[in-house]
DNA sequence: CGTCAATGGTTACAATTGAAACTATCGTAC
DNA sequence: GTACGATAGTTTCAATTGTAACCATTGACG
């Protein structure tokens, strides 16, 4: 039979990359996140994992290095890894744990402190201006929105045996 | 000076890392992007790259490798080597334009464009599941929101030197 | 025509990342 | 006490990715 006797597809079935929501996600995201990373990369020396275990500890000060990682949303290999090489760069101070020596328990130096001090504005800077393009009630309904939409995507992440 | 002579932070420099939008749009994508990319990991071993290259051919057959790169935001060394691995599966053809021989002309073998149109549908049946969890007008807010953000970001990124 | 910059694409190498195995400590059960 | 599984964290090794250098072809210019 000759391929030109074609079923003809249906339209539910197209696939437009630029308007398949989890593409412009991602593109989305990406844009914004290279953007900033590339201020603290540059003025810092700071990757991006270095950067989120910064800004939770600066918040939450002698977290162990899971609690890190279930903040963040990273893996705990990751943790270790930007953990080392802020400990390296005299950014952050790691004490155990009395009671249960594996508990690590990790907070900023000073000069993590400093650093903190002289990103977070940059960081919030960005995102200030980023959402200038938005109306306060449109900023207020893309919080809603991503919201709504984490809990839905992990939910279909457990549902689909993807998650842990 | 002693440090406890602390000046007080300013509300507007607390970053919160769990309500900083940049950081909640990289972890929702994260999650949605693995979750589909399992999907066709699974069950057609191909990767978020190849995958890409496919629906875009699918949707403008016999573009070159730069635009298949333009239109899926990646960059050119990752779409070569997702083209590469395409061709050895057999997914993809190629062939060069007859009046510049740089440029390749790439379409979808048979094969490939069975693989489209078996991924097509559960990767619609995915985001039709994520924005079940919207009413009809939000999902039409978010599609603005994100169109919006992204051309903001954009603009941002360009005036900050970051950019091409 | 011959040089030279620009374009399309690939290769090579280093840096990043991820998965699994590993060490160390702890809690529980015998 | 000691054996066992669980937890905290690290290391190791392979796979992925990013950057820069590299061909080949083309187009523009003298």
Redesign the interface.
Known sequence: MP?SARVP?KI???????R?????????????????A??YEREFGLTIPEW?VI??L??YPNLSAIEVAE???MDKVAVSRAVQSLIGARRLLRTYDKGDRRRSMLRLS?SGHAVY?RI??L??G??R??????SAS?RR???R??G???????L??HL?G?GS
Chains 1, 2 share one sequence.
Do not use: C, G, W
């Not at 539910?12 to 630029?18: F, T």
């Not at 201006?129 to 938005?134: D, E, P, Q, R």
């Not at 709504?148 to 992990?154: P, Q, Y």
């Open positions: 391929q597809t539910s079935d197209k696939l437009h990359l630029d398949f929501v989890p593409y412009r996600l991602s593109v989305l995201s990406n844009i914004v996140s290279m953007s900033i590339h201020t989120r800004a939770v600066a918040r903040r963040t949303a000073s001090t977070a504005p960081a919030l960005y995102e201006k980023l959402l200038n393009a938005l449109d309904a893309l919080d929105l991503i709504r939409l984490m809990e839905r995507a992990r279909l992440d689909d993807n």
